[in-house]
């Protein structure tokens, strides 16, 4: 107890700082009794486990060379970063993370229907093997035309999509690479993913192409995103997202005065749809809604032709998100058929309703292999696993009963989704040794010989 009580301490005392998160909790890797202590019960299977991979010679020279190869990960996360992938275009850095996938050794690399880049890397068995993915996702939330540059200052590397999630990618290519090196026999087969429309409007677009009935087999999946190295993303926050348009025949606000107004439907949905919404978001799993955007119009003396807003929905459960979402679709009709009344001259109105965003909701079973293999490993490099909800590439096989956790992809950064975003190489490597041990543990090493 002694020990604990010490190591606890040195945690306690720790400098923190907003920039640098959990990440800082590095005991040496010597400190081999500590993290026995740390590890509870229901993981202890999977901390044995993992110590005992992390032992293996082949596992200790793949370490290495991810080490040793550290500034070339970081000259490729530069030249990665300055290829432009805006939301719906990625095609450019997609070609080229495919050339990178084939060159450092996949078996085989394509690009599918919708952009995803796809790289083999085969394991040990016949056809029937079980097969792991590990995920970075291609697109960045820039518009076309953004510098993507990278500057420097000091040791701050600087440029939209460094971390988000170009780091990702790169941690994912040096995951391969140092299984190639080392010459690591997986039982399963590897995927290593480049995937588009993560971000946004993209509506996690290539993982639902991936997951599509039909698809390639995955049976467990890792993806790599931001940069916290004892974040585990184990459960998905689910979305839904409208735009809502009222349309009418405008006219003048004194000629035409009597003809349907769409800005007063619009006003009356959003009082109909908050009053109704805030009573069912008061009680049970947390939900919330938003009107982001309003628009429309054309003067301050015209009956608008139009007038429209974009919602948002999200729930931790999707039977919620679901109930919130014919809740929002209810409100919006009744705001249509009561605007309608009181026309008095003209056409009446219409209603648009456009699903522009629909991200699934659910969890893994806390039991689940991969979600105690990311927690144990992430305690054998001394930290403390965070487990989280968030809307990634994981929210996908989440929803269906697929494994899958979202990890950080190493380093520090700050500014996410801003022109700011900012990326330091502080012990980045560190995060692909353990995407590699996940992995590794996860598609199975058959014994040494
Ligand atoms: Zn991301």
């Not at 005392?13 to 800082?24: F, K, M, N, W």
């Not at 450019?92 to 690399?109: H, I, Q, T």
């Not at 039982?187 to 698809?215: N, T, Y």
């Amino acid at each position: 107890m002694k020990a604990l009580s010490l190591l606890l301490l040195l945690i306690a005392v720790q400098p923190r700082s907003a920039d640098l998160g959990e990440s800082l909790v590095y005991p040496t890797p010597s400190s081999q009794t500590t993290l026995t202590i740390q590890c509870p019960p229901e993981e202890a299977a999977y901390c044995s486990e993992i110590e005992h991979l992390a032992e293996r010679p082949e596992i200790r020279r793949a370490f290495e060379y991810i080490e040793a190869t550290d500034d070339d990960a970081l000259r490729d996360l530069i030249m990665l970063t300055e290829i432009p992938a805006p939301p719906f275009k990625e095609e450019v850095r997609a070609k080229k993370y495919a050339e990178m996938l084939l060159e450092a050794g996949a078996d085989s690399v394509y690009i599918d229907e919708v952009g995803n880049v796809i790289a083999l890397r085969r394991g040990r068995g016949g056809g029937e093997n079980r097969v792991v993915a590990i995920v970075g996702h291609l697109d960045t939330v820039f518009p076309e035309g953004t510098d993507v540059t990278v500057t420097e200052r000091g040791d701050t590397l600087f440029a939209p999509g460094i971390a988000d999630d170009t780091r990702g990618l790169i941690a994912v290519l040096y995951t391969l690479k140092a299984m190639e090196h080392v010459g690591l026999r997986t039982d399963a087969d590897l995927l290593f993913i480049g995937s588009v429309g993560e971000e946004g409007l993209g509506d996690l677009r290539g993982m639902k192409h991936l997951f599509r009935e039909g698809g390639p087999r995955i049976d467990a999946m890792i993806a790599v995103d931001g940069t916290n190295d004892n974040r585990v993303v184990a459960k998905a926050l689910g979305s839904r997202r409208y735009r809502v348009t009222f349309k009418g025949p405008g006219g003048h606000s004194w000629g035409a005065f009597g003809g349907g107004n769409p800005a007063h439907a619009l006003g009356r949905a959003i009082r109909i749809f908050d009053e109704a919404a805030a009573a069912f978001t008061e009680a049970g799993a947390r939900t919330s809604y938003n009107v982001g955007r309003i628009g429309g119009g054309t003067s301050v003396n015209s009956i608008p032709f139009e007038a429209w807003m974009e919602v948002d929905m999200r729930s931790e459960d999707q039977t919620r998100l679901l109930t919130i979402d014919s809740i929002f679709q209810a409100a919006m009709h009744q705001a249509l058929v009561e605007q309608n009344g009181m026309v008095r001259r003209g056409e009446e109105l219409s209603l648009d309703l456009d699903l522009i965003g629909d991200r699934p909701s659910g969890e893994n079973d806390p039991n689940t292999p991969l979600l105690l293999r990311a927690q144990a490993t992430i305690r054998h490099f001394g930290g403390r696993p965070n487990i989280q909800r968030s809307s990634t590439d994981s929210n996908i096989p989440i929803s269906l009963g697929i494994p899958a956790v979202t990890l950080g992809g190493g380093g520090v950064s700050g500014g996410a989704h801003s022109p700011g975003e900012w990326w330091i190489n502080r012990d980045a490597y560190r995060a692909v040794q353990k995407l590699l041990l996940v992995l590794s543990a996860e598609a199975g090493l058959s014994p040494t010989p």
